[in-house]
């Protein structure tokens, strides 16, 4: 028989970290690496996300302006009132998980088999079952294979340098990366140079060679990978889909770690009221969908907004741009952006619950 909890969630980044963070009861949380491990993001997200969570430890650098280089101009947004900040994926995973009442078990989910997940370290069932396992969706795909389409896909690579700065500057030239652009995240002592395709390009190593190479900076290790550009459907069969797997990333600033978290918080309070017995699962599924529902718009937006860059001509794009970032426009737009996924409304967590050296509790595989 295999072990039973009152939820199962797979993947312990920001979407399932934001999700248990809202449930008690019996909760295993899975993940294929230890918690903190296994970054693919450049981490740079609303100051206020960290602030309001009370992971401020975990932040490397604020900044508060955001500095476009197009192809024939260099435009900048003050982004003051609404300050922006890069932190260390690690600390703020594991500062997160220790906060959390939840066990963890580190395991490879391979598949969904009816209310159970089967794991390389055995099988786990579940009255309520999350997929958080970023863009493979990898419980999903198992009840509907075609979930995670790569066509509905950014990609995007970067590597960590020894650099400072101050500011989060993105490069838009199509002669330099077709259907892309690029990124320098300063974090303190380091910068995280990157660059994304919109077109799910995964060949993008040269690009970061010459991007490095026209920098002046020394490459350390890469990492990277697919982050979606379209909504998908947030549940599939009985299980509620969340984060990347949802393709809850944002298109066109590919900005996944604010509505992860968001998602993730509002996903974990439908799947407490269930296990509460305050909603049927049907309600639970249902209320969840229709939350997601009422945020498409602004997927739509921005989809839009993606497509327009790629297809207007760079000197137009490039003149939106700088009309995005100077008054009266810009005023409008960016507390527009922030309000979506809005900082403000995610839930503080609670103070630490558990405290080890660097790493929060982990169940060996036979205890679990
Ligand atoms: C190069 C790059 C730069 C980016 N920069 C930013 C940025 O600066 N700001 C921003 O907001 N967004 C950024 N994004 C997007 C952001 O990284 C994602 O949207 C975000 O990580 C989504 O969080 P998530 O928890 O849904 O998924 P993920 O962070 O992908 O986490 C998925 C988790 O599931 C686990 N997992 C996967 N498969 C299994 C399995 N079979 N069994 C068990 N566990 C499994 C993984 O180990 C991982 O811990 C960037 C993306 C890329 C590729």
Known sequence: MPKRYDTIIVGASFAGLAVAS??????LLIDKDEIGEGQTSACGTLLG?????????????????????????????DARDHPFCTFDYGRFCRDFANRLNVEILRAGAQRLDGDSVVTDQGIFAGT?????????????????????????????????????????????????????VQWFFPSGSNVRVGVASYAGDAHL????????????????????????AGLREPVVGNLFVVGDAAGQCLPFTGEGIRPALYFGQACGDIVQALVDGRLSL???????????????????????????LLRLPVALSSRLIGLICREPLRSRILPG????????????????????????????????
Do not use: K
């Open 22 to 27: 809202r449930l008690r009861g019996r909760v």
């Open 49 to 77: 996300v960290p602030q309001r969570l009370g992971l401020m430890e975990s932040v490397l650098q604020a900044q508060d302006a955001l500095v476009f280089h197009l192809q024939d101009r260099t435009e900048v947004m």
């Open 128 to 180: 309520c079952i999350v997929d958080a396992s970023g863009w493979r969706a990898v419980l999903a795909r198992t009840l509907r294979p075609d979930y995670a389409d790569r066509r509905r896909m950014s990609y995007g690579i970067e590597a960590e340098a020894p650099r400072g700065g101050d500011s989060l500057c993105f490069w838009y030239d199509p002669s330099l990366v077709p259907s892309g």
């Open 205 to 228: 190593r040269g690009h970061l060679n010459l991007f490095t190479e026209s920098l002046g900076v020394a490459r350390g290790r890469i990492h990277g990978g697919y982050f979606p």
């Open 282 to 308: 049907e309600q639970g599924l249902l209320r969840y969908r229709r939350f997601v529902s009422r945020h498409r718009w602004m997927y739509r937006v921005m989809a839009l907004s993606q497509l327009a």
């Open 337 to 368: 952006y922030v309000r979506f996924a809005d900082p403000c409304t995610l839930i503080p967590l609670p103070p630490v619950v558990r405290q080890t050296a660097n790493r929060p509790l982990v169940l060996a595989a036979s205890e679990a």
